[in-house]
């Protein structure tokens, strides 16, 4: 099996994010603090990144948003903790690489501008 581009991914996660929550989500997200290898997110400390789905936590309580309580609101009980079907939807990276270069984290900024 082919696994899919950052960008295949990405897209599939923005997509599932449109059906659940509406196009407004992308209005919650800080670029330039988007890194998809942080899984937490305190929007008071401007000094610190985090990932879709831990901004978007965040953005409901104004503290401090857990990449962990995004997925269990987000996908179904037998997807929350499975490792393909996240990394599928552009969550994060399969566990055997890694995003050095950010190429996860910039194909994510690309579907966030797209539905600004």
Known sequence: ???PTYRQRAAAGAALLD????QGWARKIKLRRLNQASGGFDPNDDTQCG?????LD???TGNYGSYS????RLLSSEDRWNERAIARLGFNA???E??????LTEAWKD???SRL
């Open 1 to 3: 099996m082919v696994k």
């Open 19 to 22: 059906e659940k929550y509406g």
């Open 51 to 55: 990932c879709i789905a831990a901004q």
């Open 58 to 60: 965040a953005s409901r």
């Open 69 to 72: 309580i995004e997925m269990g």
């Open 94 to 96: 399969y566990m055997n």
């Open 98 to 103: 890694v995003d050095r270069k950010g190429e």
């Open 111 to 113: 579907e966030v501008r």
